[in-house]
C-alpha cells in the first residue's frame, strides 16, 4: 500500500482545496495511505477529510519566507516514510519540492490549477529550476499545460493532463425555489444571475455588474446574486449602488450551501480573465443551470457554445449583456443549454475518472524500472529563451511575498 503527503498551502474553501480534498478521499478507496500537510493555516476542509480517515498535519509556517518551516515540514515528511509527495498552489509547490527532495522522498508530484498570468520572471525561474526534481507536474487542463510549456517554459515531457472532477454532494436536497428567494431578498419573480467565486480582480465581477445594469434598463425584473468572500467586496458593493444595482444585487459572502443556492438561480455567469478549470463553473453545469463565460483556456474546455453553455470573449461587457438578455428571452435555450451542460461534465468529469488518472500516474512513478525522478539532460527551447540570468536574491524573496 502506498503512501501519499498532499501538501497545500491552506484548507479554506477554494478551487484546489476541493479538488484535494475530493483527490485524497477518494485515494482511500483504492487502497492507498493518503495524508494532508498544510502549510501555513487549516479551514473547513480539515474536517471533511478526519470524518473520511486522512490525517491532516499542520506544519505553521508564519511568513512568505519561512526557513524554520521548511525544515519541520522536511521532518514530517521524514517521519511519514512516504513514497509519493504531491503539492498545490505556488507557496506548496516551493517548500513542498525542495522539502521532499532532502528527505529523500521516492517521487515528487507538483500540480498547477491555473493560467498564472500574475507570476513574474522570478516566479517562472523558480517553476523551472523546480521542475528538475519533479517527476511529473499535472495540469488540469489542456490550456493550463500549453501556458506551462510555452510561457514558462516547462518540458512537455514532466506535463501530464488530468482535469478537474465535479460530485453533487450525497445529502442534496431540493429546496423551495421561492422561500429560498426570499430568505435572500430576491423577489421569487425575478430573474436571477448567478457568480460564485472568490472576489479579486481575476474574476473581474464588476463587468457582471455592468452588463447586468444594462440588462435592467429593458428587463426590470433582473436580480444579481454573488456567492463568496474577498478583498474585493466592499468595492464591488459600492460599484453595484454607483451603476443603479445596488438594490438588486444580492452579496451572500462566504457560504456552505453553494448547491443549494445554484437553486436560487436562472443563469450562471463566470466572467474570469483567466482560469485552470473552474469548479464553480463544472458544479452550476452539474446543477443544470446554463452557464456563460469568458472564451478562456480551461472554460472553453467545458463550454462548446450554443451546446453546453455561451462564451463570450473578456472583457466585453456589452456580449455579457446580450447573452444574458438571450437566455432571458428564450426558455427552450435555458433548458438546452442546462441539460447539456449537465451531462457534459457529469458523464466526463466524474471523481472516479479522476482518481484512477491519479492512480494510474502513481504507479507508473512508483513501479517503473528507472529513477522515480529525472532531471533533464536538456531545457526545452521556451527554457533557454526564458531562463536569462538568474533573478536577483530580492526579486526572488519579492515572489516569495
Not at 471533511?48 to 499542520?58: F, S
Amino acid at each position: 500500500m502506498y503512501r501519499v503527503a498532499h501538501v497545500i498551502p491552506t484548507l479554506v474553501r477554494g478551487g484546489a482545496e476541493k479538488q484535494l480534498v475530493l483527490l485524497a478521499t477518494g485515494l482511500r478507496e483504492v487502497s492507498f495511505e493518503p495524508e494532508v500537510i498544510v502549510l501555513t493555516q487549516s479551514g473547513p476542509y480539515e474536517r471533511q477529510l478526519r470524518e473520511a480517515g486522512v490525517p491532516v498535519h499542520v506544519v505553521g509556517k508564519r511568513s512568505k519566507v519561512d526557513p524554520l518551516s521548511l525544515g519541520r515540514l522536511v521532518r514530517v515528511l521524514r517521519r511519514g516514510n512516504y513514497d509519493i509527495v504531491q503539492t498545490w498552489l505556488f507557496a506548496a509547490n516551493c517548500y513542498g519540492r525542495v522539502a521532499a527532495w532532502r528527505a529523500r522522498v521516492r517521487a515528487i508530484v507538483a500540480t498547477e490549477r491555473c493560467c498564472d498570468w500574475w507570476k513574474s520572471p522570478a516566479h517562472f525561474w523558480m517553476d523551472r529550476q523546480l521542475a528538475r526534481i519533479t517527476a511529473k507536474i499535472v495540469a488540469n487542463s489542456r490550456g493550463v499545460a500549453e501556458f506551462y510549456r510555452e510561457q514558462v517554459g516547462i518540458p512537455a515531457e514532466k506535463i501530464t493532463v488530468i482535469p478537474n472532477a465535479v460530485e453533487l454532494p450525497e445529502n442534496l436536497t431540493f429546496v423551495d425555489r421561492a422561500a429560498l428567494r426570499r430568505s435572500l431578498g430576491l423577489p421569487p419573480d425575478s430573474f436571477v444571475v448567478g457568480f460564485v467565486g472568490r472576489l479579486w480582480p481575476q474574476k473581474r465581477v464588476s463587468d457582471l455588474i455592468w452588463a447586468c445594469d444594462i440588462v435592467r434598463n429593458i428587463r426590470p425584473e433582473i436580480r444579481l446574486l454573488v456567492v463568496g468572500e474577498g478583498p474585493l467586496r466592499a468595492e464591488l458593493q459600492q460599484y453595484a449602488v454607483d451603476v443603479g444595482m445596488g438594490e438588486r444585487t444580492v452579496f451572500t459572502g462566504e457560504r456552505d450551501d453553494v448547491w443549494q443556492l445554484l437553486q436560487a438561480m436562472d443563469v450562471f455567469v463566470l466572467p474570469s480573465a483567466f482560469e485552470g478549470m473552474p469548479n464553480a463553473l463544472m458544479e452550476a453545469m452539474a446543477a443544470g443551470l446554463p452557464v456563460i463565460c469568458t472564451d478562456i483556456p480551461g472554460s472553453r474546455e467545458l463550454i462548446q457554445h450554443d451546446s453546453t453553455g455561451l462564451l463570450v470573449p473578456v472583457g466585453n461587457r456589452a456580449e455579457i449583456a446580450r447573452a444574458i438578455r438571450r437566455v432571458m428571452d428564450e426558455p427552450e435555450l435555458r433548458k438546452t443549454l442546462g441539460e447539456r451542460g449537465r451531462r457534459f461534465v457529469l458523464d466526463h468529469y466524474s471523481r472516479k475518472k479522476m482518481i484512477s488518472q491519479y492512480v494510474a500516474l502513481y504507479r507508473s512513478l512508483l513501479e517503473s524500472s528507472g529513477p522515480a525522478i529525472a532531471v533533464p539532460e536538456r531545457s526545452a527551447p521556451a527554457v533557454r529563451k526564458l531562463r536569462g540570468r538568474q533573478p536577483a536574491p530580492g526579486a526572488i524573496r519579492a515572489a516569495l511575498l
